[in-house]
């Protein structure tokens, strides 16, 4: 019985950790961001999933393999935002955020 009560904790808690980092109201740690001087390219495109799939080989990657809405690369100090030509502000946040903390979630 502690076993399956452990269990079900477990996955709640694992359950709420992943759903915060869609939530735009949860607060998160700014401790950890990169501290130097950070240079942005934002690349508003027609269709994301295309441009995103082909920035991700271009780079070694794999691609993504599921729909995305956007997608970031950060390699030092310099990041690429790949967004629609219009994003809301959640989803432009959500990229900038992994130019200053690389793969946060």
Request: charged share 20%.
């Amino acid at each position: 019985m502690k076993k399956t009560l452990l269990t079900l904790f477990l996955i709640a808690q694992l359950g709420s950790a992943s759903a915060d980092w869609d939530d735009p109201n949860v607060p998160f740690n700014a401790g950890d961001v990169q501290k130097t001087p950070m240079s942005i390219t934002w690349l508003p495109v027609d269709n994301v999933q295309r441009v995103c799939e082909a920035e991700s080989r271009k780079r070694g990657n794999s691609g993504f393999g599921y729909s995305i809405e956007a997608c970031s690369f950060w390699e030092g100090n310099s990041c690429t935002v790949i967004t629609k030509k219009r994003p809301n502000m959640h989803t432009l946040g959500h990229e900038m955020r992994h130019c200053y903390q690389g793969n946060w979630h």
